[in-house]
Structures are given as C-alpha cells and as structure tokens.
C-alpha cells in the first residue's frame, strides 16, 4: 500500500528552527508537496520537490532525497503565525496525491 | 491568480435535506476538481477526483449516490449531499488543477465549507 509519514506534533519556540520530517511510500514518485494549513481553513501551497536536494524559499526550505523516500521542511526564525498544520503529499505514478496526516506545529513565545 | 472559491462558507440544515456545495476557479480553467472532507484533528480525506464532462471518480468507502458530483464546466464543479445526516457534518474542501498543468500542476485549495447537519 502506500503510506506517508509524519510526527503527528511538534513543538518549537518563537524565532527558532525547525525541521518537519516526512517519509514516503507510493507507487511511482511524481513530485512531493508541503501545505500548510491554519485551523478551520484550507490547505495554502507551500513547495514543491521533483528533483533531489533543497529548495528554498524565503524563511522556508524543503528538501528531498528520492532514494530513501524523505523530505522534511524546515522554518526557520519560526513567527507565532507559523502555527498551524503542516502537510506532505507524494504525487504516486497516476498522478494521484497521496496525503500525509500532517504535523501540528505548536509555537511558542 | 489560481483563485478557488467555494460556496457557501458554511451551511446549517436539518437532516434529511440536500446540500449543495459550488466549487469555482476564478481566474484559470480546470480540467480536474478534487473533493475532499476533513473531521477536527484529521487530514485531508479525497472523496472524490472531478473531470470536466465526464462522471467523477469517487474513493473507496465514498458513497456515489450521497455525494453527487458535476463537473459542468472548466470552472464549475458542485457536490451535493443527499439526505444529510449528522455523520456527515463535516469541513469540504474542493481543488482544482489548471488547465495547462501550471508551474507545479499543484492543487489549489478553495476556502472550504463547514457543513453541520442538526
């Protein structure tokens, strides 16, 4: 079957770093997403992985290795707005996004 | 750009009545429009994968005939759930794929709708 992981929670302190790790099986590999996704409101686009190594945007980078099926996303000088759920999604080999749980990121002051 | 709007934000009714939920890109053509549903504290579930003029495609354990699906246009996909009852109160979200695959041929997310049904 297939199956993304992620830690269910996370917690970190305002103007911090932290790394969200997520691993993957599916069937065939076509891109993996980060959403983030405030409480009671829908999912907002945040990356895009295809090819491994970094990418980064701003004060957030994700990062890919397809050959061990993981990615994390990291933020970096975290902001109180910065709670919220974060989400990794695998595009499989039909195009389907496959959804992790997603990680409920706590911050702190 | 990439716009999704969804209508209404959200609705109350009683159990028995029909919903309906529009789903709308604004400023871009989609060939495909997901449905989702999420309970509090769960992740996203796809209920239902929509194709312009062709019949949707509904996950395992969804129920075609309670979850209606049309895809009238290239910016128009509704959802409407027949004879709700209280188990389906819930958070649906559509969203929809451009048309010429975009930069990432990602998904972008309409506002949801909260749906509680008395």
């Known amino acids: 079957g297939q199956n993304i992981d992620q830690p269910t929670e996370m917690t970190a302190t305002e103007g911090a770093i932290v790394q969200i790790n997520c691993t993957y099986q599916?069937?065939?590999?076509?891109?993996l997403f980060w959403y983030q996704q405030h409480a009671g409101e829908a999912p907002t686009f945040l990356s895009y992985?295809?090819l491994d190594g970094l990418e980064e945007k701003g004060r957030f980078s994700s990062f890919l290795s397809r050959s061990k099926g993981y990615s994390y996303l990291l933020l970096k000088e975290l902001q109180m707005k910065d709670s919220a759920s974060y989400l990794c999604?695998?595009?499989?080999?039909?195009?389907?996004?496959?959804w992790g749980a997603g990680t409920k990121l706590i911050i702190k002051p | 750009g990439a716009v999704v709007s969804q209508h209404p934000s959200w609705v109350i009714c009683k159990s028995g009545t029909s919903v309906k939920i529009e789903c709308r890109s604004l400023?871009?053509?989609?060939?495909?429009m997901f449905w989702y549903r999420q309970f509090p504290k769960q992740s996203l579930m796809l209920m239902a994968t929509?194709?312009?003029?062709?019949?949707?495609?509904?996950e395992q354990g969804v129920e075609k005939d309670k979850f209606l699906i049309n895809h009238a246009s290239l910016t128009l996909s509704t959802l409407t759930v027949t004879s709700a009852h209280p188990e389906d109160s819930s958070f649906y979200i559509c969203?929809?794929?451009?048309?010429?695959?975009?930069?990432?041929?990602?998904?972008?997310f309409g506002p949801g709708t909260r749906l509680t049904v008395l």
């Open positions: 969203s929809a794929q451009l048309l010429a695959g975009g930069f990432y041929n990602e998904q972008f």
């Open positions: 400023d871009f053509q989609a060939t495909t």
């Open positions: 929509s194709n312009e003029g062709s019949k949707a495609t509904y």
């Open positions: 599916t069937s065939g590999f076509n891109g």
């Open positions: 992985n295809v």
């Open positions: 999604a695998v595009r499989d080999i039909n195009y389907q996004l496959i």
